[in-house]
């Protein structure tokens, strides 16, 4: 039977080849390839450039455990993308569940086209936007100064309350979406038989809607902490001094230092803490979905 099921597997991959050929194609060219290439340059003491002369080493590696900065940065860059993964999760899943399950028709959809509106938009416009906003000056300050009797300074530019309201921004749309998705799949009649049964609003909401929504806000978290931990856009305008994080070092070695071989080290460093938070938390998460 398992044979059977095997051959028959094979015999319905075979048409479906010419879809997925340019797929795979395409992740291999723009992702597979460029991502050898840095592994190769991770390892090498300079770029074969200009007749430079170059060797394999480990000293790119040796230096993020020899010097405490790029740790202190990596920690601090974890817990940014934990602090902004949860704003989103406090500001996004009431709006998706707004969205899904409350609003109807054109005020619906109207919600919906200003929640992924941002994604219209180039992201350094939404940055330098709130840099108007939050610095002194700004529409902020001089929007609460024209309503409260007295004069009050808000300048939260080059803080890092300002690089997670711009993370913030720019990320919980993901949250809206995914979690958006797996709430409307829910049936309003399972939330109906809670109601029935006695189970107030609250109780309907933490045993019945947050388990069955676990899987999009899982995704939407997913979505927004890896990219949140290398961001560099955000911290480098918003945050300036204080917005150093693992990320602009990065950038740095790439665009200031021209030290591609420790930014590439760096950058896979990253991406194995990543992998391995992800796959410590892959059981719990499996649980939860």
């Known amino acids: 039977m398992a044979d059977q099921l095997a051959i028959g597997s094979r015999r319905g991959l075979k048409p479906a080849l010419p879809l997925l050929l340019p797929a795979y194609l395409w992740l291999t060219v723009a992702i597979f390839l460029p991502l050898s290439a840095m592994l190769f340059f991770s390892f090498m003491t300079d770029l074969p450039l200009a007749g430079k002369e170059w060797s394999f080493t480990l000293g790119n590696y040796a230096a993020f455990f020899s010097q405490s900065l790029y740790s202190t940065l990596l920690f601090s860059s974890l817990r940014l993308g934990l602090e902004v993964t949860l704003w989103c999760v406090v500001?996004?899943?009431?709006?998706?569940?707004?969205?899904?399950?409350?609003?109807?028709?054109?005020?619906?959809?109207?919600?919906?086209?200003?929640?992924?509106?941002?994604?219209?938009?180039?992201?350094?416009?939404?940055?330098?936007?709130?840099?108007?906003?939050?610095?002194?000056?700004?529409?902020?300050?001089?929007?609460?100064?024209?309503?409260?009797?007295?004069?009050?300074?808000?300048?939260?530019?080059y803080s890092y309350p300002a690089v997670i309201i711009g993370l913030v921004h720019s990320y919980v749309p993901y949250m809206v979406l995914t979690c958006y998705l797996t709430l409307q799949a829910i049936d309003d009649s399972l939330i109906e038989a809670g109601r029935s049964l006695g189970a107030s609003r609250r109780q309907v909401l933490w045993r019945v809607i947050i388990p069955l929504s676990m899987p999009g806000l899982i995704a939407g978290a997913a979505l927004i902490f890896v990219p949140v931990v290398g961001s560099f856009m955000e911290p480098r305008i918003l945050g300036g001094r204080t917005g150093t994080f693992y990320g602009t070092i990065i950038e740095d070695q790439f665009v200031a230092v021209f030290n591609w071989p420790l930014g590439a080290a760096l950058s896979f460093i990253l991406l194995a803490v990543v992998l391995i938070i992800l796959a410590l938390a892959a059981p719990v998460l499996r649980r939860a979905a």
């Open 91 to 157: 500001l996004g899943y009431p709006a998706a569940y707004v969205l899904a399950k409350v609003l109807k028709g054109r005020s619906r959809e109207a919600i919906f086209l200003l929640v992924i509106l941002p994604f219209w938009s180039n992201g350094l416009v939404r940055i330098f936007s709130w840099a108007m906003v939050l610095r002194e000056g700004g529409i902020l300050d001089t929007a609460l100064n024209a309503v409260l009797p007295f004069k009050i300074n808000i300048d939260l530019m």
